[in-house]
């Protein structure tokens, strides 16, 4: 089956810096990649997700980049602000099929 | 509304001990899951709903089992609960069948197994 590895577990950054996350993913079949935002002690929240068919998509602060060929796919936060701190999945799945498969996390910590 | 509710939200049971979660969504969406979180581990599929008495395991079934009569509820059971099964459960829910699309989670029912 399908597995993600996301590579930092922890992420320490300054304001107004920006952060980068970065997933691999195992199935050459997965075309779907989204990745969710964890407050503490709350649930998951969608923020952005990217689809095969392309390998760039941008919103707002977001940017979702995804290399096909290296089976890696990154989420940059640009101009991090202290609200973005927070636990951060990356999951991938095949298209038509929902049963995503989730990394296991980074925690991002962004200082004043 | 989009919201999924869980319930209980914290629950301490023993050994042994029969556990229901339940869980609501007001969206009507067709596609209802149930994950566990644990440290370390990122969040693992136990079942997967398509839709009413449409049930699918997923990584982790063994020692749950689910129950989903209306499409806006459906529900996780531990019958006697073991240890290794504290943990915060999540329910998720989304539109559609088989088409991938975002996911909207409850905020958590953290279950302890003394």
């Known amino acids: 089956g399908e597995k993600v590895e996301q590579h930092e577990s922890t992420l320490s950054v300054r304001e107004g810096d920006s952060a980068v996350i970065n997933c691999t993913y195992t199935?050459?079949?997965?075309?779907?990649f989204p990745w969710y935002k964890q407050e503490a002690g709350k649930g998951l929240h969608f923020v952005i997700d990217?689809?095969?068919?392309?390998d760039r998509k941008q919103s707002q602060r977001l940017i979702v980049l995804l290399d096909k060929k290296a089976k890696r796919f990154s989420l940059h936060i640009t101009a991090t602000q202290p609200e973005d701190s927070a636990i951060y999945f990356c999951?991938?799945?095949?298209?038509?099929?929902?049963?995503?498969?989730f990394g296991k996390g980074t925690v991002l910590l962004v200082s004043p | 509304d989009m919201k999924v509710t869980q319930m209980p939200r914290y629950l301490i049971k023993r050994m042994g001990e029969n556990v229901l979660l339940e869980c609501g969504q007001d969206?009507?969406?067709?596609?209802m899951y149930w994950y566990r979180q644990d440290p370390g581990l990122g969040l693992q599929l136990i079942y997967i709903s398509y839709d009413v008495d449409s049930n699918s395991e997923g990584d982790i079934p063994k020692g749950y089992r689910v129950s989903r009569k209306k499409r806006e509820h459906f529900s996780l059971i531990l019958d006697s609960a073991k240890t290794n099964q504290t943990s915060v459960y999540f329910c998720a829910s989304s539109p559609g069948q088989g088409n991938t699309g975002q996911l909207y989670f409850g905020e958590g029912s953290k279950l302890t197994v003394l």
């Open positions: 199935d050459t079949a997965s075309s779907y």
């Open positions: 990217i689809r095969s068919n392309v």
């Open positions: 999951a991938a799945s095949r298209s038509g099929y929902n049963k995503l498969t």
């Open positions: 969206m009507s969406h067709e596609t």
